[in-house]
């Protein structure tokens, strides 16, 4: 008896203590707080359709979120606060945070329960949405632009900078207004612009307008001032713009900027907005993030208009300070750029021509023909090097004992394996049979080079043409590029291919270029276009300069485009067995020969130091006869070139007469 008297007051202290513990709970916090707690996340979603409101309806209170919201093109995340209860009436803040462009917009507005029988509703208020924000009235971004940062050439000579132009179009104060629309065709066909389209531009356009058809940097034979004079109204305003060299100055390598595509918006993770301007292609898309800087924003609220002709004032909630961006500093040389694309400007097949600085890996050129097509053919063409490549060759063979003057055979024709290989058309008889390496290299004999293939071994080809600085790691090149491709194991035909740059052996104009760079400089050269690319992987900004690119099964190159790319592979790391200035002496030796005894006697007469050179073409595709390409390296004192030619026959009477055009020119 007594442990159930025992165990019955037990149960009614339980019973006491939580029927005290409801009486103190039964005040309505808990309530309140999951109401609150549920306003934010229906906030948070931009949907408060299914909470409860008091003084609007629900879903006019709903439509008034989103209207308030949707000039912001995002989502805030919201949190409430502390919950401060006085009878049936809860207050406590909403925390807002919100990502606008690059800024972060912080704040908290105060919101209010009132209880209705055993539910909570929020009062609903504009200002519960922003503090200060007033009925009719929706929030906007006005993007404030950063200055974006220039690329500048060596020197820090700018490459883009103040031109003067010709601002050419109708000035309506100088026309009767019953002329203004045929003037305005006439403009336009004088310029060559939609008509119908100009015409309503003109007709649109106040009585005091200048309305601008075109921008020209200078006359030309079909639009002179004296054709636009002679149209009634017709005016031509001197003015001065931002603007490149020439309007396709390095575009292939620099890229271009104009406003960001849906596709970039897409892929930007929030960092572009609608009307944003970005890099699309070469160094502008590559190191977007550095030289875009941070726009500002602001964020604005704008009353309903009422009437019509009123001008609705606005209130700027929040704002943030654009940060400009770094300039981008490269080495290449405005004057032997611009020399290099009016060199290849008659070119028809994608072209190039790539000068390096040997003494210090400076890349002072990289221009692709018009035939390119917007194509990188400079640094990332893929390309069989041809007989260019006996510059590898021949310093594997020094590795094997051999030196400029040593015999080797040079028949007209050889087979391997079936094969038939021979000599270039018109292949001097005096140079056949058994001849001084330097001859065979000068007048590029292929067999005594395939001859050779029993003593070098495809590896050895691979560590020479690592020894000359191809087909290894740019680390300071900064920019996507293709440095060369090498197999390192080959057999039969293969091999024999590869002792002629052909086969699997590809290179990149640049490349071609590192590699007489590095006869010049007695050591390998590593080419440097980026000079601070180290500030753009502190920003943050898409960066792999190193050289690795995957060769393309034909050999040639990726599709001509201005936005194709090439995949990085992991690239060989630098011989162990850098050419030495002994090697490298050797091979100048030769490479001047090319020029004094061999096919490339047209270069004695650039003036200045003495030119060495090596020629070379590649055979590709099915044809009958094979299409080729053509190249021819050069080294000029602290000067290394290469000259491609896609569809060019031969590298001596294609690329040859561009070399010596480039090298006369360049001084």
Not at 310 to 319: C, Q
Not at 613 to 630: C, I, V, W
């Amino acid at each position: 008896m007594g442990k159930l008297k025992k165990h019955g007051l037990v149960l009614g202290l339980v019973s006491l203590v939580m029927a005290g513990s409801l009486t103190a709970c039964d005040d309505g916090r808990s309530g309140a707080e999951g109401a609150a707690k549920q306003l934010a996340s229906s906030l948070a979603a931009l949907d408060v359709g299914q909470i409860a409101v008091e003084g609007k309806d629900a879903a006019a209170a709903n439509d008034q979120l989103k209207a308030v919201f949707e000039g912001l093109d995002a989502k805030p995340a919201v949190e409430s606060g502390e919950v401060k209860l006085d009878g049936d009436t809860a207050t406590f803040p909403l925390k807002y945070s919100w990502n606008i462009g690059s800024a972060k917009w912080e704040y908290s507005s105060e919101a209010t329960l009132k209880k209705a029988g055993d539910k909570w509703a929020v009062q609903w208020t504009p200002a519960l949405l922003a503090p200060e924000l007033s009925e009719g009235e929706t929030l906007s971004v006005k993007t404030v632009p950063a200055q974006r940062g220039q690329i500048l050439g060596a020197g820090d000579a700018p490459i883009v900078e103040d031109r003067p132009v010709f601002r050419v179009g109708i000035d309506k104060t100088k026309v009767p207004a019953e002329q203004a629309d045929a003037s305005a065709r006439a403009m336009a066909a004088l310029l060559g612009l939609d008509a119908e389209e100009y015409a309503k531009q003109v007709a649109a356009s106040g009585p005091q307008a200048f309305v601008e058809g075109l921008v020209l940097r200078a006359y030309t034979a079909d639009i002179t001032e004296a054709k636009i004079e002679a149209i009634p109204g017709g005016s031509s305003i001197l003015d001065s713009m931002a603007l490149a060299p020439t309007r396709t100055f390095a575009r292939a390598l620099l890229g271009s900027v104009g406003q960001a595509s849906a596709e970039q918006i897409e892929n930007s993770n929030g960092a572009l907005r609608a009307g944003d301007t970005t890099g699309t292609g070469g160094l502008q898309q590559k190191y977007d993030a550095l030289l875009r800087g941070k726009d500002g924003v602001e964020v604005r609220a704008t009353p309903e208009v009422k009437s019509e002709g009123e001008t609705p004032g606005t209130k700027v909630f929040f704002s943030s300070l654009p940060a400009p961006g770094t300039t981008l500093k490269t080495t290449l040389d405005l004057k032997l750029q611009q020399l290099a694309e009016e060199t290849l400007a008659g070119v028809g097949p994608a072209s190039a021509i790539v000068a390096l600085k040997p003494s210090t890996g400076a890349v002072l050129a990289a221009a692709s023909g018009p035939g390119s097509n917007g194509y990188n053919t400079a640094l990332l063409g893929q390309y069989a090097p041809g007989s260019t490549f006996k510059i590898v060759d021949s310093l594997a063979m020094f590795r094997n004992g051999a030196t400029p003057d040593s015999k080797v055979e040079c028949p007209s024709t050889l087979a391997v394996d079936g094969r038939t290989f021979k000599n270039a058309e018109g292949y001097p008889e005096s140079s056949l049979g058994s001849v001084a390496l330097r001859d065979a290299f000068a007048h590029s004999c292929n067999t005594a080079f395939i001859n050779a293939r029993d003593a070098v071994s495809q590896d050895q080809l691979e560590s020479a043409a690592q020894a000359l600085g191809v087909a290894v790691e740019a680390p300071k090149l900064g920019a996507d590029a293709f440095l060369g491709s090498v197999p390192g194991a080959a057999e039969g035909t293969e091999h024999a291919a590869s002792m002629i740059g052909q086969g699997k052996v590809l290179f990149s104009p640049l490349s071609a270029a590192v590699m007489a760079a590095s006869v010049a400089n007695g050591a390998p050269v590593s080419p440097q276009l980026v000079l601070n690319a180290d500030a753009a992987q502190a920003s943050g900004a898409s960066q792999n300069p190193s050289a690795g690119a995957t060769p393309t099964e034909s050999g040639s190159a990726p599709p001509s485009s201005a936005s194709a790319s090439v995949s990085a592979v992991p690239a060989s790391p630098a011989s162990t067995k850098p050419i030495t200035k002994e090697e490298a002496a050797a091979l100048s030796d030769m490479m001047r020969a090319v020029v004094t005894s061999g096919h490339a006697g047209f270069l004695a007469e650039v003036p200045g130091t003495p030119v060495g050179a090596k020629t070379g073409t590649a055979e590709f595709g099915n044809d009958n006869p094979p299409k080729t390409h053509a190249w021819i390296v050069a080294t000029h004192g602290d000067l290394a070139v290469a000259v491609f030619v896609e569809e060019g026959g031969l590298g001596a009477t294609v690329s040859g007469p561009l070399l010596k055009t480039f090298l006369t020119a360049a001084g």
